[in-house]
């Protein structure tokens, strides 16, 4: 039982435009939303979270966008660099539960 | 030494062997984790500790053994395992469980392979 699902398992952008990295989640109860990135050999590393009553959570180029009518939120990263190239994880949590989705690679090409 | 660590980095093991897994955590925090990582597939949550108390268990099987004897510590003792338990073993800890939306802090995880 996936509740959090990435279905784009790779995203692949030029260096300087936007990455958009999309997350869908299932169970209503999440009340927080967080976004990880991962490099080779390393464990995942917290990026940003966004809690479910705002809509949009901001910090430097990173920025979540949580739509909870559609159980929906997006990571937005602008203007895209090289070293943003890593895996990332989509997670909720709610009560004692937090969930992963199976991660989008993302790769920027200078 | 700060941040998350685990030992070994890397195991390879029999399926009769006993081996454990070590994870110290020097951030002060409260509840531990351990999350295993298949191929592909996404994190998927084993154990969590809270002031060392095992609050979560989600179905996982006995071969898998948890230990945490206080809050900088945990541990997870395998004993015969199966060729499909061979994956990429994080553990993670944060303040307070994921109750509070607090962020976890991960190791940088063991690989695992079970012959």
């Known amino acids: 039982d996936q509740q959090v699902k990435q279905n784009s398992p790779s995203l692949s952008v030029q260096e300087g435009r936007i990455s958009i990295l999309n997350c869908d989640y299932t169970?209503?109860?999440?009340?927080?939303f967080l976004w990880y990135k991962k490099y080779p050999a390393e464990g995942p590393t917290f990026l940003i979270s966004?809690?479910?009553?705002?809509d949009k959570n901001e910090d430097g180029r990173f920025t979540v966008f949580l739509n909870k009518s559609a159980k929906h939120l997006s990571l937005h990263i602008v203007p895209s660099q090289p070293g943003d190239s890593a895996v990332y994880f989509c997670?909720?949590?709610?009560?004692?539960?937090?969930?992963f989705g199976a991660g989008t690679r993302l790769t920027v090409k200078p | 030494e700060t941040g998350v660590t685990q030992t070994p980095r890397h195991l390879v093991m029999g399926m009769t062997n006993k081996k454990s897994l070590k994870c110290e955590q020097h951030?002060?925090?409260?509840?531990m984790y351990w999350y295993k990582q298949s191929a592909k597939k996404p994190l998927e949550l084993m154990f969590v500790?809270?002031?060392?108390?095992?609050?979560e268990n989600n179905s996982v099987p006995s071969r898998f053994s948890p230990e945490c004897p206080n809050s900088s510590h945990l541990f997870l003792h395998l004993h015969t395992l199966q060729p499909e338990d061979s994956a990429l073993y994080l553990c993670?800890?944060?303040?307070?469980?994921?109750?509070?939306?607090?962020?976890?802090?991960f190791g940088p995880g063991t690989r695992l392979t079970v012959l």
């Open positions: 993670a800890s944060s303040r307070t469980t994921s109750a509070s939306g607090d962020e976890q802090f």
């Open positions: 169970n209503s109860m999440f009340d927080y």
């Open positions: 966004i809690s479910s009553i705002k």
């Open positions: 997670a909720a949590s709610g009560g004692n539960d937090m969930r």
């Open positions: 951030l002060g925090h409260n509840a």
């Open positions: 500790y809270n002031f060392k108390e095992q609050t």
